[in-house]
């Protein structure tokens, strides 16, 4: 049976999970090594850190773009096979990207997803996108009650914040700050 993860890949947490999970793992989206004993935590080892005032940081986003993708491998490999479990030949990807993407790092994105991972689809998107598409019954009660017709999500992270305006569940790319 093909199953279904979710990657909120941030530059400072990824948000990752399997579509049937009701909530997500936080894990840091980090490689930290020790200055002292040259130890390396990768991802979700970071919570064995006990010490944390000499450590080397690393993260493969500057500026809200994936940049170090040797660096974002290792995070993934350590992510997919041993905190999530899952098989990317047996599995459909659904990640969040950053407005504004540049087109070569999609390019690279669809490169590393198919031709490395091997995972079966995958549908690239922004964070703002998948909350407009929440259920708004969820969130506000009966949705005769608020008109999804238009709505303002503000995407805070890391690395900048988005306000992105929705009219009839599109963006108004024009009207996006940062």
């Not at 400072?12 to 579509?19: D, E, Q, R, Y």
């Not at 991802?43 to 850190?49: L, M, R, S, T």
Request: net charge neutral; glycine share 4%; with cysteine.
């Amino acid at each position: 049976m093909t199953k279904t993860l979710i990657l909120d890949n941030g530059a400072s947490t990824m948000k990752v999970g399997l579509a049937h999970q009701h909530e997500p793992k936080i894990i840091p989206n980090v490689i930290l090594r020790g200055r002292t004993d040259r130890r390396q935590y990768i991802a979700d080892q970071v919570d064995e850190c006990t010490d944390f005032s000499s450590l080397l940081y690393r993260l493969a986003f500057e500026k809200g773009f994936l940049t170090n993708w040797g660096l974002e491998r290792t995070i993934w490999d350590r992510v997919f096979k041993h905190a999530i479990k899952i098989d990317a030949k047996d599995t459909q990807l659904v990640m969040t990207e950053p407005l504004f993407n540049l087109p070569a790092i999609q390019e690279a994105y669809d490169q590393i997803i198919f031709e490395e991972y091997g995972f079966q689809a995958c549908y690239r998107t922004t964070a703002p996108q998948l909350c407009i598409y929440n259920d708004w019954n969820t969130l506000f009660g009966d949705p005769r009650d608020v008109s999804p017709d238009c709505a303002v999500i503000v995407d805070s992270g890391y690395s900048f914040t988005h306000i992105v305006p929705f009219f009839q569940r599109k963006p108004i790319t024009k009207a996006i700050r940062r």
